[in-house]
Nanobody, 120 residues
Framework: QVQLVESGGGLVQAGGSLRLSCVAS????????MGWYRQAPGKQRELVAR???????DDIDSVKGRFTISGDNAKKTVALQMNSLKPEDTAVYSCNARVPGTLGIEYNYWGQGTQVTVSS
């Protein structure tokens, strides 16, 4: 079983910065990919950024140049550095991990989420 615990959320003024972190634990041998998703009130959940075990990263256009995702395979952690925050970044941010299983099947695990609130 895999557990994900996020931290680093909070209240910040527009233009400020926050750093989110996620730690995976449990009896796992590897993680294929980890990422950050967010869901704002009244909106659908969306992918923010993701990183593979090989270090390849991807992020959405709305955060490009402002957010940076990084990971540590040995520590099974992933972080999201968020700079130049905007009120529209306000959302619950959740960590996701994709873990390979048997027969090529991969399983998704989710953290409970951490609230990020950006004031005007």
């Amino acid at each position: 079983q895999v557990q994900l615990v996020e931290s680093g959320g909070g209240l910040v003024q527009a233009g400020g910065s926050l750093r989110l972190s996620c730690v995976a634990s449990g009896s796992i041998s590897s993680i294929s990919r980890m990422g950050w998703y967010r869901q704002a009130p009244g909106k659908q959940r969306e992918l923010v950024a993701r990183i593979t075990s090989a270090g390849r990263t991807d992020d959405i256009d709305s955060v490009k140049g402002r957010f940076t995702i990084s990971g540590d395979n040995a520590k099974k952690t992933v972080a999201l550095q968020m700079n130049s925050l905007k009120p529209e970044d306000t959302a619950v941010y959740s960590c996701n991990a994709r873990v390979p299983g048997t027969l090529g099947i991969e399983y998704n695990y989710w953290g409970q989420g951490t609230q990020v609130t950006v004031s005007s």
